[in-house]
């Protein structure tokens, strides 16, 4: 199974922007990946998912026009761009497979998620 480790990120202010990386060991990155956060006394949710080839994306609707989500499986490697960032997004961000990337408010995800990368938004 594909182990991943997250980074980029960090605290910024409101309207402020972060890019998140999420990189695969263990294997080719061939499986559909989302990224998945959670924020204190909160359930884990969705936030985005891509496709093996990249062709299919989707987004919370907390997020859409704001985010971007993208793919180098030469580098083993997705991406989440952060933009216009609210204190509402202020949680631990993790990336993980998918056994294909849906639409949903939680992923069934395979194996696990990376340790995480923590996204702080505040004044």
Not at 33 to 40: F, H, M, N, T, V
Not at 62 to 83: D, H, P
């Amino acid at each position: 199974q594909l182990q991943f480790v997250e980074s980029g990120g960090g605290s910024v202010q409101p309207g402020g922007s972060l890019t998140l990386s999420c990189v695969a060991s263990g294997g080719p990155l061939d499986p559909a990946i989302g990224w998945l956060r959670q924020a204190p006394g909160k359930e884990r949710e969705a936030v985005s998912c891509i496709s093996r080839t990249g062709e299919t994306r989707y987004y919370a609707d907390s997020v859409v026009g704001r985010f971007t989500i993208s793919r180098e499986n030469a580098r083993n490697s997705v991406y989440l761009q952060m933009n216009s960032l609210t204190p509402e997004d202020t949680a631990m961000y993790y990336c993980a497979a998918l056994p294909l990337c849906y639409r949903a408010t939680k992923y069934d995800v395979i194996g696990s998620a990376g340790p995480g990368t923590q996204v702080t938004v505040s004044t």
